[in-house]
């Protein structure tokens, strides 16, 4: 299967409207969310902030706490105009650990999760954590070594089998990802 993809660029996201823009902050508290549509922007929410092909996004979870900020890429199939994967990258739960969640559509074989790899190199195969209305979703924990790969890497594919059984590369770009990830807390 061969896709036609482009990555949606901070200036796409922002007039990006719907209840999609209402859906990013629960995604940023790994307890409630690991539903995480493809962001947009809400009422009182700073601007994303492009870094190459990521942007980042960032506000308040809630009224006490101080703002957090994660760093974003969706990919979109050229074909369809739909998304077709989103890699979120920040700290997550109560423990603010690091790692990425990996929103793919419904509709996919969920038993052999998914191969994650960068510059060609196999850096992980990963399990599917949860199915919702916005997709099927993995949490990748990000240890030193996948971090230190993503900041040198110039690309990255995300491989799941569809319905029928076919694998599905889906590429994605490392452009601005460095220094995205710098602001990230």
């Known amino acids: 299967m061969r896709l036609s993809i482009s990555h949606r ?10 209840a999609t823009r209402r859906a990013w902050l629960p995604a940023l508290v790994m ?3 690991l539903a995480l549509p493809a962001m947009a922007q809400t009422q009182g929410e700073k601007a994303p902030k492009a870094f190459g092909d990521w942007y980042l996004r960032c506000g308040k979870i809630t009224q006490n706490e101080g703002e957090s900020c994660v760093l974003l890429q969706d ?41 994650i790899k960068v510059d060609s190199v ?13 997709g099927c979703q993995v949490h990748v924990t990000m240890d030193d070594t996948l971090l ?28 601005g990802f460095t220094a995205g990830f710098a602001e990230v807390n």
């Open 122 to 134: 196999e850096v992980g195969k990963v399990p599917f954590s949860q199915c919702g209305l916005n």
């Open 75 to 115: 990919v979109i199939d050229n074909n369809t105009n739909k998304p077709l994967m989103q890699v979120a990258v920040g700290f997550w739960g109560p423990e603010k650990q690091r790692g990425a969640l990996i929103t793919l559509p419904l509709g996919i074989r969920l038993p052999p999760g998914i191969q």
């Open 9 to 18: 660029s901070a200036a796409k996201a922002s007039r990006r409207r719907g």
């Open 31 to 33: 307890a409630t969310a």
């Open 148 to 175: 230190k790969k993503f900041k040198a890497g110039i690309g990255g594919t995300v491989a799941f089998y569809d319905a029928a059984g076919r694998v599905v590369p889906v590429p994605f770009s490392l452009k």
